[in-house]
Nanobody, 124 residues
Framework: QVQLVESGGGLVQPGGSLRLSCAAS????????IGWFRQVPGKEREGISGVTKRGRTTYYADSVKDRFTMSRDNAKKMLYLQMNNLRPEDTAVYYCAASNYLLRGWVMSSMEYWGKGTLVTVSS
């Protein structure tokens, strides 16, 4: 049974940093496309970072490129998102997601499995 559990969200000031974690179970990270999404009320869930099976290619949305870094520990089945230079517009619920297929790229409809999300608030 595939399960994803996010942690690490919280309140941070603009310019600050946070590291999100995603604990995966029921599958090996290398066997799935896995990534991070975020959602603000009234907007569609947005894919911000992802890695394809066996780490072949990595994706970052333009909105987070050069500020966010995704990494993973296959042995521990952990996925991480290091977020630096955070901005108020980064405020959102952040989700970890995984899928056997990536038919439409890093969009919500491509993903099969989701965590429950963790809230990140960037505010002074």
């Amino acid at each position: 049974q595939v399960q994803l559990v996010e942690s690490g969200g919280g309140l941070v000031q603009p310019g600050g940093s946070l590291r999100l974690s995603c604990a995966a179970s029921g599958f090996n990270l290398d066997d799935y496309h896995i990534g991070w999404f975020r959602q603000v009320p009234g907007k569609e869930r947005e894919g911000i970072s992802g890695v394809t099976k066996r780490g072949r290619t990595t994706y970052y949305a333009d909105s987070v490129k050069d500020r966010f870094t995704m990494s993973r520990d296959n042995a521990k089945k952990m996925l991480y998102l290091q977020m630096n230079n955070l901005r108020p517009e980064d405020t959102a619920v952040y989700y970890c997601a995984a899928s056997n297929y990536l038919l439409r790229g890093w969009v919500m409809s491509s993903m099969e499995y989701w965590g429950k999300g963790t809230l990140v608030t960037v505010s002074s």
